[in-house]
């Protein structure tokens, strides 16, 4: 079974930095990709930034460009999302997502959340 568990998150003021881990286990298979997406109150959940495992794919929205970095460890078979820069209206629950395909980042397998919150 696929766990994904996300860990890093909390409380942090404008301009500040957070560093998110999402280590995965119980996969089965090589070419996968993670991806984190976040959920912010009265929101739909949106997607962030995804990293292929093994095709060195990556990609972040706009509105996170230049201030967050996704990477990964494969020994340790964690992703990280480096947070810089924050703003207030990144605060989100943030989950990390596995996807079978590297191609669409399609989440297929998730973790269980975790708060991010910037106070201005």
């Known amino acids: 079974e696929v766990l994904l568990v996300e860990s890093g998150g909390g409380l942090v003021q404008a301009g500040g930095s957070l560093r998110l881990s999402c280590v995965a286990s119980?996969?089965?298979?090589?070419?996968?990709?993670i991806g984190w997406y976040r959920q912010a109150p009265g929101k739909e959940r949106e997607g962030v930034s995804c990293?292929?495992?093994?095709?060195?794919?990556?990609y972040n929205i706009d509105s996170v460009k230049g201030r967050f970095t996704i990477s990964s460890d494969n020994a340790k078979n964690t992703v990280y999302l480096q947070m810089d820069n924050l703003k207030p209206e990144d605060t989100a629950v943030y989950y990390c997502?596995?996807?079978?395909?590297?191609?669409?980042?399609?989440?297929?397998?998730w973790g269980q959340g975790v708060q991010v919150t910037v106070s201005s």
């Open positions: 997502a596995l996807s079978i395909s590297q191609a669409t980042c399609y989440p297929d397998y």
């Open positions: 119980g996969v089965t298979f090589d070419d996968y990709a």
């Open positions: 990293i292929g495992r093994t095709d060195g794919f990556k």
